[in-house]
Nanobody
Framework: QVQLVESGGGLVQAGGSLRLSCAAS????????MGWFRQAPGKEREFVAA????????RLGDSVKERFTISRDNANNTVYLQMNSLKPEDTAVYYC??????????????WGQGTQVTVSS
């Protein structure tokens, strides 16, 4: 069982930055694919980023490439999403997710409760 708790959301102006954190429980954290998804009102949950395996292979969604980065600290069971050059269309609830396998679909086994990110224009 893996429990995930996100933090770091908030209100930011367009062009600003935020860093989201996701603290995970469990001793096998380093073996899981850690992902970030987001969901805006009335829209489907969208893949944002994932970090895969012990080599920390990164995958990013097309809409956030060159603006967002994902990283993990296995010693502290934490994954981060650094969001730069934020746009109003980045406004959404951001969810941390964990799964043994990588996917761009929101079919991960474990989910956090979500954290709101609002970008004002």
């Amino acid at each position: 069982q893996v429990q995930l708790v996100e933090s770091g959301g908030g209100l930011v102006q367009a062009g600003g930055s935020l860093r989201l954190s996701c603290a995970a429980s469990g001793r096998t954290f380093s073996t899981y694919v850690m992902g970030w998804f987001r969901q805006a009102p009335g829209k489907e949950r969208e893949f944002v980023a994932a970090i895969i395996g012990s080599y920390n292979i990164v995958r990013l969604g097309d809409s956030v490439k060159e603006r967002f980065t994902i990283s993990r600290d296995n010693a502290n069971n934490t994954v981060y999403l650094q969001m730069n050059s934020l746009k109003p269309e980045d406004t959404a609830v951001y969810y941390c997710a964990a799964d043994p396998s990588f996917s761009r679909r929101p079919d991960y086994a474990y989910w956090g409760q979500g954290t709101q990110v609002t970008v004002s224009s």
